[in-house]
């Protein structure tokens, strides 16, 4: 892409990449295969709706597309499903509305001109969302206003939450490895939502998931990492993945059991897929 897309079109990239998140078989998160934690794959189908138009929306800062977009998703799914997936996809979607380069190239610009205001939305939106994660830390708590730039306040919060660390890497994570395995998957399978599962299984196994590391603690997501490991070998092998269903099925049950939902895994396989989208356009 050397173009700005239209707002309508980064807004259907962002739906689009939503659903065919959840079309993929994700171990321990929501999927059409079977819900959890309490929340369903309609509660997500309504969620990306909602959220999608702010996403796309002309004229508005990152901090503002934030905030709207998790207000629109809180007015109709009423908790938190997709706040990781917003923060990360409107930096992308800023930057594939703007001129100049690559997306990599605008991005890294986006992330560098992220100003307070940016990060007063997004702690209202946080806040909004009632979720945990970005600036619980001594200083720059969400629960206060804000006092330095957006990317300041990430990087706060990167030892802990790994969707701050990449607003201050320039998206390493989607750029280096997500859209490795994408291309990856792509070559071997095709365009089939096993793809996007190998994506998913790719960060589980590679990155302790950080909303597990919040909720129980460093040992329990490097558990979960390693866990994630053979499973990632075996589908990496196979040349037809539904030989992998039945551990992939135990391995989902196995950690809904115990309430242990790799949530920042599967907001980088959104955005994963939100890139992926913008860059063919």
Known sequence: MSTPLKPDVVAQAFHNACLAELDALKPGNVHRFADGHRMTVADFEASAA?????????????????????????????????????????????????????????????????????????????????????????????????????????????????????????YVDIFDLGLKWRN??????????????????GFLAHIPDTLIERKFGGAAASEVRDEARPIEAGFSQCRRPEEMVAPLTAFDRSLKERDLNPGTSADLTVATLFASALQAL
């Open 50 to 170: 909602a959220a999608a138009p702010a996403i796309g929306m002309a004229g508005l800062s990152v901090g503002a597309r934030i905030e709207r977009a998790v207000t629109a998703t809180k007015d109709v799914a009423g908790q938190n499903t997709n706040l990781g997936i917003i923060l990360l996809a409107a930096p992308l979607a800023q930057a594939a509305m703007s001129a100049g380069g690559t997306l990599r190239d605008r991005l890294a610009q986006v992330l560098g001109t992220l100003s307070i205001e940016d990060a007063r939305a997004a702690y209202r939106a946080i806040r909004t969302a009632a979720a945990g994660g970005l600036g619980e830390v001594a200083e720059q708590d969400v629960g206060t206003e804000p006092t330095i730039n957006l990317l300041e306040a990430m990087r706060a919060a990167e030892t802990r939450d790994r969707i701050a660390w990449n607003y201050t890497h320039d």
């Open 184 to 201: 990856g998957g792509l070559t071997r399978w095709g365009q089939t939502n096993w793809t996007t599962t190998y994506v998913y299984l």
